[in-house]
Nanobody, 114 residues
Framework: VQLQASGGGLVQPGGSLRLSCAVS????????MGWYRQPEGKQRELVAI???????NYADSVKGRFTISRDNAKNMVYLQMNGLKPEDTAVYYC?????????WGKGTQVTVSS
């Protein structure tokens, strides 16, 4: 099983980015999918998660600005990020609880700067 994240980049404050994560491999069941981020020099933190029943949770810092969604038919999860702030700068990681195991994708850098 592999998770491949894409969509990071450099954006000005107030801008938007959409991250995508593709899950591939031999998969029976994808339970929870989520996005985490790790600012430089800091610990990895939860951004948003979505269950297979579409139950969603966000970190307080991104509520109202970020939207997580998943396409079960395509084994994809997305993170739409609007109103980006410099403090959103981090490496963003896709995470999945798949067939009872926890998987991480390689990170994608998001930099918010003018």
């Amino acid at each position: 099983v592999q998770l491949q994240a894409s969509g990071g980049g450099l954006v000005q404050p107030g801008g938007s980015l959409r991250l995508s994560c593709a899950v591939s491999g031999s998969i029976f069941s994808i339970n929870v999918m989520g996005w985490y981020r790790q600012p430089e020099g800091k610990q990895r933190e939860l951004v948003a998660i979505v269950s297979n029943m579409n139950s969603i949770n966000y970190a307080d810092s991104v509520k109202g600005r970020f939207t997580i969604s998943r396409d079960n038919a395509k084994n994809m999860v997305y993170l739409q990020m609007n109103g980006l702030k410099p403090e959103d700068t981090a490496v963003y990681y896709c995470n999945g609880l798949i067939d009872g195991r926890n998987y991480w994708g390689k990170g994608t850098q998001v930099t918010v700067s003018s």
